[in-house]
Protein backbone atom coordinates (compact mmCIF):
# COMPACT_ATOMS: atom_id res chain seq x y z
CA UNK A 1 0.00 0.00 0.00
CA UNK A 2 1.04 3.71 -0.72
CA UNK A 3 -0.53 6.44 1.37
CA UNK A 4 -0.21 10.34 -0.22
CA UNK A 5 -0.28 13.13 1.86
CA UNK A 6 -1.17 16.49 -0.04
CA UNK A 7 -0.88 19.76 1.06
CA UNK A 8 -0.40 23.38 0.28
CA UNK A 9 -4.35 24.18 -1.43
CA UNK A 10 -5.98 27.50 -0.59
CA UNK A 11 -7.00 30.54 -1.61
CA UNK A 12 -5.64 33.09 -3.87
CA UNK A 13 -6.43 35.82 -6.15
CA UNK A 14 -6.50 35.64 -9.97
CA UNK A 15 -2.76 35.89 -11.39
CA UNK A 16 -1.45 34.48 -8.20
CA UNK A 17 0.49 31.49 -7.48
CA UNK A 18 0.53 28.25 -5.38
CA UNK A 19 2.27 25.23 -4.70
CA UNK A 20 0.60 21.65 -3.59
CA UNK A 21 2.95 18.94 -2.80
CA UNK A 22 2.11 15.47 -2.20
CA UNK A 23 4.37 13.32 0.12
CA UNK A 24 4.13 9.25 -0.33
CA UNK A 25 5.25 6.90 1.98
CA UNK A 26 4.47 3.08 2.46
CA UNK A 27 5.74 0.72 -0.69
CA UNK A 28 7.17 3.12 -2.75
CA UNK A 29 9.58 1.49 -3.99
CA UNK A 30 9.10 1.30 -8.06
CA UNK A 31 6.30 3.70 -8.30
CA UNK A 32 5.53 3.99 -12.12
CA UNK A 33 4.84 7.81 -12.67
CA UNK A 34 2.49 10.54 -9.68
CA UNK A 35 0.26 12.93 -11.44
CA UNK A 36 -1.67 15.62 -10.15
CA UNK A 37 -5.90 15.34 -11.21
CA UNK A 38 -8.57 18.33 -10.18
CA UNK A 39 -12.59 17.84 -9.87
CA UNK A 40 -14.88 21.14 -9.61
CA UNK A 41 -18.14 20.90 -8.56
CA UNK A 42 -20.62 19.50 -11.00
CA UNK A 43 -17.66 18.20 -13.39
CA UNK A 44 -15.57 15.41 -14.09
CA UNK A 45 -12.39 14.75 -12.62
CA UNK A 46 -9.81 15.73 -15.11
CA UNK A 47 -5.71 14.82 -15.45
CA UNK A 48 -3.43 18.30 -14.50
CA UNK A 49 0.13 16.77 -15.04
CA UNK A 50 2.45 13.97 -14.24
CA UNK A 51 5.67 12.72 -13.80
CA UNK A 52 7.36 10.15 -14.45
CA UNK A 53 9.63 8.60 -12.05
CA UNK A 54 12.16 7.14 -13.77
CA UNK A 55 13.57 9.60 -16.01
CA UNK A 56 11.63 12.41 -14.67
CA UNK A 57 9.65 12.93 -17.78
CA UNK A 58 6.83 15.38 -17.44
CA UNK A 59 3.52 16.24 -19.21
CA UNK A 60 0.40 18.37 -18.73
CA UNK A 61 -3.00 19.28 -19.94
CA UNK A 62 -2.73 21.53 -22.31
CA UNK A 63 -5.30 23.85 -20.19
CA UNK A 64 -2.61 24.20 -17.77
CA UNK A 65 0.96 24.24 -20.11
CA UNK A 66 3.07 27.46 -19.21
CA UNK A 67 1.29 27.96 -16.11
CA UNK A 68 1.74 24.41 -13.78
CA UNK A 69 4.99 22.80 -13.23
CA UNK A 70 5.30 19.45 -11.50
CA UNK A 71 8.54 18.58 -9.71
CA UNK A 72 10.39 16.39 -7.71
CA UNK A 73 11.24 17.80 -4.45
CA UNK A 74 14.74 17.11 -2.69
CA UNK A 75 12.65 14.44 0.23
CA UNK A 76 12.36 11.28 -1.60
CA UNK A 77 8.71 10.74 -2.89
CA UNK A 78 7.66 13.90 -3.22
CA UNK A 79 6.24 15.75 -5.57
CA UNK A 80 5.09 19.20 -5.94
CA UNK A 81 3.11 21.20 -8.48
CA UNK A 82 3.37 25.01 -8.57
CA UNK A 83 1.04 26.73 -9.96
CA UNK A 84 1.36 30.49 -11.38
CA UNK A 85 -1.14 32.95 -13.43
CA UNK A 86 -4.22 30.71 -11.42
CA UNK A 87 -7.35 31.88 -13.38
CA UNK A 88 -10.72 31.29 -11.76
CA UNK A 89 -11.65 27.99 -13.85
CA UNK A 90 -8.03 26.72 -12.14
CA UNK A 91 -10.11 26.52 -8.46
CA UNK A 92 -10.99 22.87 -7.83
CA UNK A 93 -10.08 19.87 -5.54
CA UNK A 94 -6.72 19.32 -6.75
CA UNK A 95 -5.84 15.39 -6.03
CA UNK A 96 -2.11 13.50 -6.44
CA UNK A 97 -2.21 9.73 -7.59
CA UNK A 98 0.24 7.44 -8.49
CA UNK A 99 0.91 3.58 -9.04
CA UNK A 100 2.79 1.15 -10.35
CA UNK A 101 1.94 0.36 -14.33
CA UNK A 102 -0.34 2.77 -16.23
CA UNK A 103 -3.25 3.46 -13.77
CA UNK A 104 -3.30 5.69 -10.57
CA UNK A 105 -4.20 3.02 -8.17
CA UNK A 106 -3.26 5.30 -5.22
CA UNK A 107 -5.10 8.36 -4.28
CA UNK A 108 -4.71 11.41 -1.79
CA UNK A 109 -7.66 13.05 0.24
CA UNK A 110 -7.40 16.15 -2.10
CA UNK A 111 -6.49 19.83 -1.54
CA UNK A 112 -9.32 22.84 -2.11
CA UNK A 113 -7.41 25.67 -4.50
CA UNK A 114 -9.98 28.46 -4.70
CA UNK A 115 -9.21 31.20 -7.06
CA UNK A 116 -11.12 35.02 -6.30
CA UNK A 117 -11.49 36.66 -9.10
Known amino acids: QVQLVESGGGLVQAGGSLRLSCAASGRTSSLFRTGWFRQAPGKEREFVAA????????YYADSVKGRFTISRGNAKDTVYLQMNRLKPEDMAVYHC??????????WGQGNQVTVSS
Open 51 to 58: MIWSGGST
Open 97 to 106: ATGRAESFDY
